[in-house]
């Protein structure tokens, strides 16, 4: 993604521009018309403040992407994930899970804009949803209309992140993690598909190719030869820390390709591998690597009602969406 093409960025600003007609109204107070009155221009000023950083960043879309899963995760779709830890608290963004979330100053510099445009309107929390949605429009994927009037919350702490699902737990608790908050397993499925933009560090997928278990030193439901360039690039010992591997094999293009590899054993997360490994999640695998229409129509889907969780409407609108106000 070090270059998008000028064609998708004039398609981009146009969506923006015109009214949709897949407008998708939710519980609550959230709207995709929110702020079509306090502060028409707030999408065109979070995107372009997306595109900078992209240009400059290729690594920015998959941050940002999986900036809002991080935060929508915890105390829901608020944002508090962007406060910074204080001398009496250690913040959500400084639990162990969250120490490689990066690319936070791209969310301050669409902040600052915003305050400049329209003070103490658009909240925190909206500017990460809208940002996911255009990080994922950039690189190739669907369009959804963010339904927009969350508030921002104002506690955030280190040790609750223990509840964002590790990249080594099996579908039982996948399931169970996101039925906690109220997704089904296709939501599951589909968001899972958010792993076809990024790279992963060697310690989140090394257990898999080493001591397995008492039978098999690989997990034996990853394509051996797959399997073996892995540990390669991930030795014992080993001294690079930045060693690992790309998500997907097309990891700056937002595609099915990340469904395609769990199809033929190449998923880099256990977690990742195992949603083709389980018949409650396999067919929806195997229909998402067969048909992209499918999975986008689905990713859009289950991003609105990953945005729907733990919505606060009473909060405050944060004046800087590191602290508090």
């Known amino acids: 993604m070090a270059v998008f093409a000028p ?48 240009m400059h960043d290729p690594k920015v879309p998959a941050r940002i992407l999986r900036m809002f899963f991080h935060d929508c995760f915890i105390r829901g779709c608020d944002a508090s994930l962007l406060l910074d830890s204080t001398a009496g608290n250690q913040a959500e963004k400084d ?52 339904l927009k009037g969350r508030k921002d919350g104002g506690v955030s702490k280190a040790n609750e992140t223990i509840n964002l699902p590790a990249p080594t737990i099996n579908v039982s608790q996948l399931i169970q993690s996101f039925a906690k908050r109220g997704l089904g397993v296709k939501d599951l499925v589909a968001l899972s598909g958010g792993h076809t933009l990024g790279f992963s560090h060697c310690s989140s997928f090394e257990s898999w190719l080493r001591n397995f278990s008492s039978v098999h030193d ?65 067919w929806i695998v195997e229909s998402f690597a067969k048909d992209q229409s499918v999975f986008f129509k689905e990713f859009a889907a289950s991003m609105v009602n990953l945005g729907n969780v733990g919505v606060i409407e009473d909060g405050e609108v944060r004046l800087n969406c590191r602290v508090v106000n």
């Open 7 to 54: 064609k998708t960025i004039f398609l981009f600003h146009a969506f923006i521009l015109l009214p949709s007609t897949r407008v998708s109204e939710s519980k609550g107070a959230l709207s995709a018309h929110y702020y079509d009155q306090t502060c028409p221009q707030a999408e065109k000023i979070i995107l372009q403040a997306v595109y900078n950083a992209s």
């Open 95 to 146: 639990g162990p899970p969250n120490i490689s979330v990066r690319s936070f100053y791209v969310i301050d510099d669409a902040k600052a804009k915003l305050e400049a445009a329209c003070p103490h309107t658009v909240s925190c929390a909206d500017i990460v949803g809208i940002a996911a949605r255009d990080v994922v429009i950039m690189s190739g994927g669907p369009f959804w209309n963010v």
């Open 218 to 282: 690989v997990d034996p439901t990853m394509n051996n030869e797959f399997a073996q360039n892995l540990r390669k690039k991930c030795p014992k010992p080993n001294r690079d820390t930045t060693a690992g591997e790309l998500l997907d094999s097309t990891s700056s293009t937002f595609d099915n390709n990340y469904y395609k590899q769990l199809v033929a054993g190449k998923g880099v997360f256990g977690s990742d591998q195992a949603l083709f490994s389980d018949y409650r999640t396999r």
